[in-house]
């Protein structure tokens, strides 16, 4: 089974989801017309169903390499990696001053979504490349944006994202990487970072760094971290990669998934860096990046979930036990909730990314606080829906999935990571009950009041599911306003089970949207409201039930 990028499915997104009718009707995005946003679904769809899917099996069997040095990638990634630089996919929603085509950021997470689910693997340099222009195109001075960016765009150079060390992984208020000022208005960084993500290749003509690390005397934790550009050869005065930087690729990680992406040790000797942001500010410029990533990833668990879907759905159509094994009953129901959770995560990460356009088109106030909302909530659930879809298409497949050669397996092992990367999931759903709900819930009662508009219009014509869906988010309403009223650490203790009930709440909203929207929908709807929306009850439980018993339990090695 081939891999076909899910243009109808985005399309009805686009069309009948929540925020992105509006988006094209700002004046900003006036370009971006019904017949634009069709012409590029349909040109990602050839590159991604034609060139990329075809190299994720071998990237998978030839993972990257380091050769005396040099970081070698997978046969055919240099020229797949071409092909999505020449058509200018990198730069979709950059600035048009620096050769992007200032598109919504909404029909570039659509086409990252189409990307991951061909290729992940090679996806995720452009990825981090998309990130780092996000970065610079808000904090960078004008001499770094006028040199970088125009390069980054075009894909001539790519961009990679410095966090890790070894003793500072979640924590990065514990990195120990050192900057120093130079009497020529550069910095040297010295330090070793850990696990990153196209560190280096074999058909880049520059790798671009975005660099935490530390300046002297700079106060401890978060607050005293800086970030700097550090480009794996100096620019010279026309532009053009100069001499090398002190910096080098010191070894490879083995990993149980997406082989074809190197994932680098990076040494740093005295490198030169150049300041983005201000001094000690380095975690606000470094959120820019981190936030357009953690989308990303939401939309690589969606990705990788769709390519995994089609397969399992493929295949239950031909695999005769008794008949089709398609038409037993269990079957449907791991396919059937596959598709119904499928669709609930790409409604959320699409309305996460028409909020960030209509804040950068209509202003900030009401949808910057949604997109920031959402954005732990797409990357986590997201991602966890990835997991979880490859897991059924797996069993789907009976044995036929554990074997490498259905290509299930590589879903399986590729997708593990997105819930791990860009920030745990656990982190994520930390962030959304700390400073997500710090505006004491307005964003987060804003949305459900969103749910609860969705479930009246449904009231007459579909009644059998606004019910449930209104007291599904009555519910959460109740539960948001106890935990504002909770302890840090009893919040802590359900953040993760809150991120997954308000997702729940949320996907059933777009379902019951869907449902409205186009008759043939209310199926699919049916199926989420019914079996997947009451799991929100469980998660609510779970949200209640505090920190304390997890205390009292002995874990492990902890003494008695
Ligand atoms: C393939 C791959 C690619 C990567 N690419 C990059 C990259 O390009 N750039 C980069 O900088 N990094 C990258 N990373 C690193 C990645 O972002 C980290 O692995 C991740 O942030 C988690 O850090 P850690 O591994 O140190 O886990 P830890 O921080 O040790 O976490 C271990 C567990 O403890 C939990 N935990 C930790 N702290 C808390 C807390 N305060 N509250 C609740 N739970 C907590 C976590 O959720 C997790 O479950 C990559 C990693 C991998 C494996």
Request: hydrophobic letters at 45%; glycine letters at 12%.
């Amino acid at each position: 089974m081939e891999y076909r990028s899910a243009v109808d499915e985005i399309r009805f997104h686009l069309r009948h989801g929540g925020g992105f009718a509006r988006v094209g009707r700002t004046e900003r995005f006036a370009g971006a017309t019904e017949d634009v946003v069709e012409a590029v679904l349909q040109g990602a769809a050839r590159l991604c169903d034609g060139v990329l899917a075809p190299l994720n099996r071998v990237g998978d069997l030839h993972p990257a390499r380091l050769e005396n040095g040099t970081v070698r990638t997978p046969p055919g990634f240099a020229e797949g990696f071409r092909a999505i630089a020449g058509g200018g996919w990198i730069g979709l929603s950059a600035d048009p001053a620096h050769g992007g085509q200032g598109l919504p950021l909404t029909v570039e997470t659509a086409v990252n979504e189409m990307m991951a689910g061909a290729c992940m693997a090679l996806q995720l340099n452009p990825l981090l490349t998309q990130g780092q222009i996000a970065a610079l195109e808000h904090h960078a001075e004008p001499r770094i944006r006028s040199l970088y960016l125009p390069k980054l765009v075009s894909g001539e150079w790519s961009g990679t994202m410095n966090l890790t060390e070894p003793q500072a992984g979640s924590d990065l208020g514990a990195l120990r990487t050192r900057a120093e000022r130079a009497a020529d208005g550069a910095y040297r960084i010295t330090g070793q970072k850990i696990f990153i993500t196209w560190g280096d290749s074999d058909f880049m003509a520059n790798t671009c760094h975005l660099v935490l690390a530390r300046l002297p005397g700079a106060p401890a934790g978060t607050r005293g971290i800086s970030l700097f550009l550090v480009p794996k050869f100096i620019p010279d005065a026309a532009g053009r990669p100069g001499r090398p930087n002190s910096l080098r690729v010191a070894g490879l990680e083995h990993k149980m998934g997406i082989h074809g992406a190197p994932t680098c040790v990076m040494d740093y000797d005295a490198a030169t860096g150049w300041l983005i942001g201000a001094e000690n500010g380095g975690m606000a410029a470094m959120f820019t990046m981190m936030n357009a990533a953690r989308l990303a990833v939401g939309v690589q668990g969606v990705g990788i979930a769709e390519a995994a879907l089609q397969k399992a759905e493929a295949y239950a159509a031909g695999r005769i036990q008794q008949g089709p094994i398609l038409r037993h009953p269990d079957v449907r129901r791991m396919l059937a909730c596959a598709r119904a959770e499928l669709f609930a995560a790409r409604a959320i990460a699409l309305d996460c990314a028409a909020a960030l356009d209509l804040a950068r088109a209509e202003g900030p106030d009401v949808h910057a606080a949604k997109a920031a909302f959402l954005t732990p909530v797409a990357k986590s659930f997201g991602t966890e829906v990835g997991l979880r879809v490859c897991e059924t298409a797996m069993q789907v497949f009976g044995g036929a999935g554990y074997v490498e050669q259905t290509g299930i397996a590589q879903h399986y092992r590729d997708v593990r990571i997105t819930a791990i990367y860009e920030g745990t999931n656990g982190i994520q759903a930390m962030d959304l009950v700390g400073r997500k709900l710090a505006d004491g819930g307005e964003a987060a009662f804003r949305l459900i009041e969103e749910v609860e508009a969705e479930a009246e219009a449904a009231r007459s014509a579909l009644p059998d599911m606004a019910g449930p869906v209104w007291a599904a988010a009555e519910s959460l309403r109740e539960a948001t306003e106890e935990l504002l009223s909770r302890t840090a650490a009893e919040r802590s203790a359900g953040a993760h089970p809150f991120l997954m009930a308000f997702a729940r709440v949320l996907g059933a909203g777009s379902h019951l949207r869907a449902a409205r929207a186009d008759a043939a929908r209310a199926p699919m709807a049916r199926v989420y409201v019914g079996r997947l929306l009451p799991l929100h009850a469980a998660h609510l439980a779970e949200v209640r039930a505090g920190p304390d018993d997890l205390e009292a339990v002995r874990i492990g090695p902890e003494a008695p």
